[in-house]
């Protein structure tokens, strides 16, 4: 996203402003050398992702760690403390053992004392899509940057990076039989299913065996094509949403999932939730789907091999998206948080039951206490017990919300 500024001058020219991504190259040997600091708990800045265990929320604050948030009363969250993990995007928990990344590596810290956590192990370089020297260990991230140029792009590797309309993502999981998992939202790309975890970059699926929690193992990488961003699972299946379609792997031997089937739509932006008949997929335009389209799509899966597209509705600029029975939660980006009454799915566009435009939005949680909603102005929850009405309940506000 970018806007203009009309340069003060005799000649006709214009000056762009970006929040652009800039290429830095680091060391990972010295970021492996920094300790990891449990810090006492601090403002939030700019909400990444977001997971719920327990009576705690886990908000990623991206690149720099994840802020602990007691939870267990939703009209009165406090914040706990910050676990300062270099380069962290994504998270997940399974019996109180987080999993986070830090750039290349998995990280596994013990929680069970969340005021006491400790790093257990680390798995070096198996997000090596980063790297650019492996012998070196030589990675490449992005800083986030204000620039001004008489060109409209800045380019950088041969794209432009403009942070305006990057994602944010979330990483989500269902129970598993003995082991005791957290939630996250549609916009996931770790998730956790059968004493596994899996992880999505923008081409691969990479699958680690955690039957003991704390000691992660690297089983194989999966090659998925291109633009893959988000991951869903449910009932024994992966749901992978990418720029082009969605994927659906079979995941009953949990070390092998095998694909089933592969959804294509327009190129767009695309997370998805699902239920035992339906696919609920959110597209959208965005930075590398320009020529998208804003809808929600409706999928017949009743047969996985065979994926059907039962519906779309127009929408204005859909992100993630959560259901609860038959009550789905949309986040329309900066137009705000819509409700629909899904039990008929021909009918959705006549059962939209709220629109909330004072709530932007990018994600929802749907908790056991609250619907759990998370924006570019912070994480705010509501009593969703009568669906057709939304109680606001608390706030978390961030401290420099960003204008989108």
């Known amino acids: 996203?970018?806007?203009?500024?009309p340069s003060c001058q005799d000649e006709v020219k214009s000056t762009y402003t970006y929040r652009a991504m800039v290429p830095v190259f680091l060391e990972m040997n010295s970021i492996r050398e920094q300790d990891i600091i449990i810090e006492p708990s601090k403002s939030l800045e700019n909400p990444g992702k977001i997971y719920l265990y327990g009576d705690y929320l886990f908000i990623n604050e991206p690149q720099k760690g994840i802020h602990i948030v007691d939870n267990s009363n939703p009209s009165s969250p406090f914040q706990v403390n910050f676990i300062n993990i270099?380069?962290?995007?994504?998270?997940?928990?399974?019996?109180?053992?987080?999993?986070a990344d830090s750039y290349v590596d998995l990280l596994a810290f013990d929680i069970r004392d969340i005021r006491n956590i400790n790093l257990v192990k680390r798995v070096e370089n198996v997000f090596e899509h980063m790297l650019v020297d492996m012998e070196k260990s030589t990675i490449i991230t992005y800083k986030d940057t204000i620039l001004t140029t008489e060109s409209e792009f800045i380019w950088g590797w041969g794209r432009p990076w403009l942070i305006g309309n990057t994602d944010i993502a979330f990483s989500g999981s269902r129970a598993g039989e003995s082991q005791s998992y957290g939630q996250g939202?549609?916009?996931?790309?770790?998730t956790l299913m059968s004493g596994h975890l899996y992880a999505v970059d923008e081409q691969s699926l990479r699958v680690f065996e955690v039957l003991d929690p704390a000691q992660p193992k690297h089983l194989k990488n999966i090659h998925l094509g291109w633009g893959i961003e988000t991951i869903f699972?449910?009932?024994?299946?992966?749901?992978i949403g990418s720029n082009t379609g969605m994927h659906i792997y079979d995941a009953s031997s949990p070390e092998s999932p095998k694909e089933m089937?592969?959804?294509?739509?327009?190129t767009a932006c695309d997370p998805v939730v699902v239920n035992e008949e339906y696919a609920f997929v959110t597209l959208r335009r965005g930075m590398f789907c320009r020529m998208g389209v804003d809808e929600l799509q409706v999928l017949d899966i009743r047969n996985p091999y065979l994926p059907k597209l039962v519906k779309a509705y127009p929408m204005l600029n859909p992100h993630g998206l959560a259901l609860a029975g038959d009550y789905l939660y949309l986040a329309e980006?900066?137009?705000?948080?819509?409700?629909?009454?899904?039990?008929?799915?021909l009918r959705v566009d006549q059962n939209q039951l709220e629109f909330l435009?004072?709530?932007?939005?990018?994600?929802?949680?749907?908790?056991p206490k609250s619907l759990i909603v998370i924006g570019p102005e912070g994480v705010c929850q509501f009593d969703y017990s009568t669906p057709q009405?939304?109680?606001?309940l608390s706030c978390i506000q961030v401290k420099n919300p960003i204008v989108v």
Do not use: C, E, W
Request: hydrophobic share 45%; proline share 8%; charged share 15%.
């Open 1 to 5: 996203m970018f806007f203009t500024l």
């Open 86 to 99: 270099p380069g962290n995007v994504d998270l997940a928990i399974n019996s109180d053992i987080l999993y």
């Open 185 to 190: 939202g549609s916009m996931a790309r770790f």
């Open 233 to 239: 699972p449910f009932q024994q299946k992966l749901f």
């Open 261 to 266: 089937a592969v959804y294509q739509h327009i």
């Open 333 to 345: 980006g900066k137009h705000g948080l819509k409700s629909f009454n899904v039990a008929d799915v």
């Open 357 to 367: 435009k004072s709530m932007p939005s990018v994600d929802i949680i749907p908790g």
């Open 389 to 392: 009405s939304l109680k606001p």
